[in-house]
């Protein structure tokens, strides 16, 4: 997360990816508000932070891509990404609002999802009772039944890719992370 790179960021023109225009025009300082001090999570090549979107003061996830850290390959497979969640609308698939990209950096704006990994989940009880498997793996039955109903396969579902939307034990669970997706 480099502050100089989101001070002189300017998009190009809109691009339509799939179904939804992701890809937005401006400044993304203009329209959210990223704060540097809380970290949601961090990968190889990207950091998430909260950020809160100015006109509604409603909060987001923001991953933070430094395209120079990936290879040719990685950023075939994030556009790709990209493109698949432009597609897809599910209430069990974290959404994908939008995304800005400049000088190097990727900006993605998703759904921000407060409740944990279905993993952190069941290291949390002690017996993790076949009733509570059941009732989470319904709605996760019905977002894959739906990818394949538009010719899409998640290809990585595994705990730490299903998220809850907040802390609370009956919070609504969605998949996430559809980098290796086809």
């Given at each position: 997360?480099?502050?100089?790179k989101?001070?002189?960021?300017?998009?190009?023109?809109?691009?339509?990816?799939?179904?939804?225009?992701?890809?937005?025009?401006?400044?993304?300082?203009?329209?959210?508000?990223?704060e540097?001090?809380?970290?949601?999570?961090?990968?190889?090549?990207?950091?998430?932070?909260?950020?809160?979107?100015?006109?509604?003061?409603?909060a987001?996830?923001?991953?933070?891509?430094?395209?120079?850290?990936?290879?040719?390959?990685?950023?075939?497979?994030?556009?790709?990404?990209?493109?698949i969640?432009?597609?897809?609308?599910?209430?069990?698939?974290?959404?994908?609002?939008?995304?800005?990209?400049?000088?190097g950096?990727?900006?993605?704006?998703?759904?921000?999802?407060?409740g944990?990994?279905?993993?952190?989940?069941?290291?949390?009880?002690?017996?993790?009772?076949?009733?509570?498997?059941?009732?989470?793996?319904?709605p996760?039955?019905?977002?894959v039944?739906?990818?394949h109903s538009?010719?899409?396969?998640?290809?990585?579902?595994?705990?730490?890719?299903?998220?809850?939307?907040?802390g609370?034990?009956?919070?609504l669970?969605?998949v996430?992370?559809?980098g290796?997706?086809?």
């Amino acid at each position: 997360y480099i502050r100089d790179k989101i001070i002189i960021c300017k998009m190009d023109n809109t691009e339509k990816l799939g179904k939804r225009s992701l890809k937005k025009e401006g400044f993304i300082e203009d329209f959210y508000l990223i704060e540097e001090e809380e970290v949601l999570g961090e990968g190889a090549s990207a950091v998430v932070r909260k950020g809160i979107k100015k006109d509604t003061g409603e909060a987001y996830a923001i991953k933070i891509i430094d395209k120079e850290n990936l290879g040719e390959n990685e950023l075939e497979s994030l556009y790709n990404e990209l493109k698949i969640m432009s597609i897809i609308d599910h209430p069990n698939i974290v959404r994908v609002y939008e995304y800005y990209e400049c000088h190097g950096v990727i900006f993605i704006v998703m759904e921000l999802m407060s409740g944990g990994e279905l993993f952190d989940r069941i290291v949390e009880y002690e017996h993790y009772t076949e009733k509570q498997a059941a009732e989470s793996f319904i709605p996760i039955v019905d977002a894959v039944r739906y990818c394949h109903s538009l010719g899409i396969v998640h290809r990585d579902l595994k705990p730490e890719n299903l998220l809850y939307a907040n802390g609370e034990d009956n919070a609504l669970i969605k998949v996430s992370d559809f980098g290796l997706a086809k």
